[in-house]
């Protein structure tokens, strides 16, 4: 059995995403959705806001990946999946996805996004080892996916991220208590496949933008998991706007 490990957590998260500091982030999340609808690319808008309020990069990454712009929001809403009745493959971004849960189990912070997605900081950068939360996070993958009668998932996994050959097997091993057929892909270019998929499950920004359907799953899980560390940084945004228009998702 790994250690006990904390995925996606640092000591200092409990003061930047937090009381003062995370009031900063919702008035920086604001100013930086005004932006992005401007037209401003996300990484020169995120640098001059980080600066003025003198954000760590911790700070500023949470920005960007919880804050988009009106466009890309709906644009990702009107090709959610919100029934499953004829859904029967779904395409899964594995590390994407199982870190994800695995940063929700370790109680470390999770953002809601504007898109509604959850999103982390874990920021392996192609370092990756299988940790105590792992084995929970595929059942709970597994669990949903049964909830939903899905009767085959497809993993894709990075092959240049450590161990994805071990996490790989892993998945394959956990699928045979239930009844669902499992495949696995270990391939180099994990974004560029999925982005031509249908009944993809990520909430990798990028695919979310070209790939032609998508399932919430982790949003869906995480509401199940007790003691959950969310942080949302862009209730301002949510509040004063009349755009974000969730409920423009289609089957």
């Not at 990756?128 to 939903?148: G, M, P, V």
């Not at 032609?212 to 949302?232: D, G, K, L, P």
Request: hydrophobic residues 35%; aromatic residues 10%; contains cysteine.
């Amino acid at each position: 059995m790994p250690k006990v490990v904390r995925r996606g957590y640092k000591k200092e998260d409990s003061y930047e995403f937090q009381g003062e500091e995370k009031a900063k982030l919702e008035k920086a999340a604001y100013e930086l959705y005004f932006l992005l609808n401007q037209g401003y690319p996300i990484k020169q808008a995120t640098t001059f806001i980080g600066n003025h309020y003198m954000f760590s990069e911790r700070q500023r990454l949470a920005l960007v990946r919880t804050t988009s712009s009106n466009e890309d929001c709906n644009s990702r809403f009107a090709k959610q999946i919100t029934t499953f009745y004829d859904v029967k493959t779904v395409h899964i971004d594995g590390f994407n996805t199982i870190i994800t849960l695995e940063v929700a189990l370790s109680g470390s912070p999770i953002f809601k996004s504007l898109d509604g997605t959850i999103r982390d900081l874990a920021g392996l950068r192609g370092n990756y080892r299988i940790i105590d939360k792992t084995e929970k996070a595929i059942h709970l993958i597994y669990q949903w996916l049964r909830s939903k009668e899905i009767k085959e998932a497809i993993f894709y996994l990075d092959s240049p991220v450590s161990n994805s050959g071990r996490l790989a097997n892993m998945v394959k091993e956990i699928a045979e208590t239930y009844e669902l057929q499992v495949q696995t892909y270990v391939i180099p270019d994990v974004d560029r496949t999925l982005e031509k998929q249908a009944n993809v499950i990520t909430s990798d920004a990028i695919i979310l933008n070209k790939c032609v359907s998508w399932a919430n799953m982790n949003s869906e899980i995480i509401e199940q998991i007790n003691e959950v560390w969310e942080v949302s940084i862009c209730s301002k945004v949510l509040k004063t706007s009349r755009h974000i228009c969730e409920d423009s998702s289609t089957t």
